[in-house]
């Protein structure tokens, strides 16, 4: 029972996440649309207002009121977003409203969906981390099959600017009966004690942190940037190359993450630097590419910066999972990911700067500033967690 109740939770994950990416592939046709660079760019990173706040505080919710209504919520927000998105060919305000709300819907599947896979697979006696793990691969199956779905409708369906709304709307509500029928994990009423104490502790300023806004920002810069630099190569076809872009990143951030757990250390940050030394790499090829604007060169720096997505994911959630007592998981889980999602307002806010310098420019600053994060990491990558603070945790949790 516990291993259909943990499929059904990553359901309501990778719905929520479908609806969070559907927009990203579609950045081209708004643009064709007439909406300046400056404008869809904002549009994308508007849900992180949604997002982060939601990031911070669902996971205390959770512990008031329990895991299910919470994710139910979620995936509400996620249906009423998608309504809204497709209320938008009439006018950008329902664009901003919807965008806003499904930072809300994705904020619930990575916080609590990912606390609640995690314990629902621990109640079934799953190998430690396997839960972190399989939140992380539905979650990014679904920013990838979402990107697919709204693209491909966008490029061959009717209605490019309301079908891939509806059809996620149509998934959404087919999953809200699984999610009613998941036991109930966390003790409702529990209240809030010390859900953030994981925020001091060495390893998340200086492993964690420096790492945790390039997840996202890997992904903004080749899905988000790329194809507005490169996509007039491509002709008519630049709609389709933006989806192949997305959909690329992101299965190469799939495939990898079995990697990540294999390269994971509890005496080293292994797993993370590998990722923060993939990323200057694919932020290097950028480079490369916006100078001489090659779309093949710009899908090779995709699946390098996907490759470094899919491994610090799951690293930085392994990492927070053996800082975090049972009590402030999804608490920390949720702080993690809106250190994360900081990285997708790098959009906008190369926009901004770009009257100051040419994108080539900017994205060498990029390199030089996730060469110093890495730096960083590499420093303290062996102020791991002591082997007692875990087994003090261990026992705390079996209490």
């Not at 950028?286 to 994911?313: D, E």
């Not at 999972?321 to 959009?347: D, I």
Request: glycine content about 12%.
């Amino acid at each position: 029972m516990t291993g259909r109740s943990a499929q059904a939770a990553l359901a309501a994950i990778f719905v929520s996440a479908w609806g969070g990416n559907q927009f990203t592939p579609l950045l081209v046709m708004y643009r064709d649309a007439g909406y300046s660079a400056l404008t869809v760019n904002a549009l994308l990173g508007a849900y992180v207002l949604g997002l982060v706040p939601g990031l911070l505080v669902t996971g205390g919710l959770s512990e008031r009121f329990g895991r299910r209504p919470v994710a139910l919520a979620g995936v509400l927000a996620s249906l009423t977003a998608s309504l809204l998105l497709a209320a938008g060919a009439t006018g950008v305000g329902w664009i901003a409203v919807g965008r806003l709300i499904t930072g809300c819907g994705v904020a619930v599947a990575m916080a609590v969906g990912t606390t609640w896979v995690t314990e629902l697979c621990d109640r079934a006696g799953a190998a430690p981390g396997t839960g972190a793990r399989r939140a992380a691969l539905w979650l990014t199956a679904g920013f990838a099959l979402g990107a697919a779905v709204a693209g491909g409708l966008a490029q061959w369906g009717p209605a490019p600017m309301v079908t891939p709304y509806l059809v996620h709307a149509l998934l959404a509500l087919a999953v809200l009966p699984l999610v009613f029928r998941v036991p109930e994990t966390g003790v409702p009423g529990t209240p809030a004690r010390g859900q953030f104490a994981g925020l001091r502790h060495p390893r998340f300023r200086r492993v964690i942190m420096p790492m945790a806004p390039w997840i996202f920002g890997s992904a903004a810069v080749a899905y988000a940037i790329m194809p507005q630099l490169v996509g007039d190569r491509v002709g008519r076809w630049s709609l389709l190359y933006s989806t192949t872009l997305t959909v690329g990143t992101l299965v190469a951030g799939t495939l990898v993450q079995p990697l990540a757990k294999r390269l994971d250390r509890t005496t080293s940050a292994r797993a993370v630097l590998v990722s923060m030394t993939l990323l200057p790499l694919g932020l290097l090829i950028s480079t490369f590419a916006a100078i001489v604007r090659s779309p093949a060169l710009a899908l090779t720096a995709a699946l390098a910066l996907g490759c470094a997505y899919g491994i610090a994911l799951v690293s930085g959630l392994l990492e927070v999972q053996r800082l975090a007592a049972p009590h402030e998981l999804a608490a920390l889980t949720g702080a993690y990911y809106a250190l994360a999602y900081l990285g997708f307002l790098l959009p906008s806010l190369l926009s901004l700067l770009g009257p100051v310098a040419d994108y080539p420019v900017l994205l060498g600053v990029l390199v030089l500033v996730a060469l110093s994060g890495s730096a960083v990491i590499l420093r303290y990558s062996r102020a791991h967690l002591p082997a007692g603070e875990v087994a003090e945790k261990q026992l705390v949790g079996a209490r």
